[in-house]
């Protein structure tokens, strides 16, 4: 039966990405041309060069991964308190559960570019509003992961601290969270993976760091030294996804 239907739902899949395709006008002679103009761009990008600023994007590009990590560690510190509010093992509350279930969601709605704009509008430019844009968002995302991570917690190790004589406190402290912290850590160390790369974007409005840079660049059109600065950023985004996949892989195992 899943055999048969297999075909049918993927001529209904490409269907609506037919109808999506024609709905945002993406007529072939658009597409044609789009492509003619992106090889244009690759050719003027072609030495990547780093004009004569290699020390001061090596700067901005180091800026954006302490944005990027700042912005983590914050919300992993915020997160840890408030996951435990979420979290079915630790309060009894239903209501209280579902209040702060929902808390999470509405801090990770809103994208953090969307909070860049906010805070570069309310704090200013620069690399402090860049890591509170990141930090509010990954503060509800932590939270919902972090509570995930303790509900699934082994009861039995809480119920022998607690057997042992020890207060609730103890039973968090000794019982949940050996268990439960591996797997936060994991998550922490992804969070500041995808924040290296989030980083940038948000610094082309305004946030600081290598994204500011490339935004210059390319708003006068120095596509050789944007080019290099994609590449720079590549370079750092591969660098730190190799570390942290093999740190998440080593917490896990743990």
Do not use: C
Not at 54 to 83: R, Y
Not at 132 to 144: F, N, Q
Request: hydrophobic content about 55%; proline content about 4%.
């Amino acid at each position: 039966m899943k055999l048969t239907r297999t075909p049918l739902i993927f001529a209904g899949g490409f269907l609506l990405l037919l109808v999506g395709l024609w709905r945002v006008d993406a007529a072939p002679a658009r597409l044609w041309e789009g492509f003619g103009k992106l090889g244009w761009l690759v050719a003027l990008m072609w030495p990547p060069s780093p004009g004569g600023h290699l020390a001061d994007l090596l700067h901005a590009l180091a800026e954006t991964v302490a944005m990027a990590f700042m912005g983590s560690l914050l919300a992993s510190l915020v997160a840890l308190p408030l996951s435990f509010l979420g979290a079915g093992n630790v309060v009894g509350s239903w209501l209280s559960r579902f209040t702060a279930r929902r808390s999470y969601d509405a801090l990770r709605a809103v994208d953090s570019l969307v909070w860049a704009l906010i805070f570069v509008s309310a704090v200013g430019m620069g690399p402090f509003a860049g890591i509170l844009a990141l930090a509010l968002p990954d503060i509800g995302l932590l939270a919902k992961t972090f509570s995930e991570a303790l509900e699934a917690a082994d009861r039995r190790q809480v119920e022998g601290v607690r057997a042992s004589g020890g207060s609730r406190l103890d039973a968090i402290r000794y019982g949940l969270l050996p268990q439960a912290a591996p797997v936060m850590l994991a998550h922490v160390l992804y969070t500041f993976e995808s924040n290296t790369r989030s980083a940038t974007i948000i610094g082309v409005v305004g946030a600081g760091g290598i994204g500011l840079a490339l935004a210059d660049r390319m708003r006068i059109n120095n596509w050789d030294q944007a080019a290099f600065i994609i590449l720079l950023i590549l370079v750092a985004v591969a660098a730190i996804d190799i570390v942290s996949r093999r740190l998440r892989m080593k917490l896990i195992k743990a």
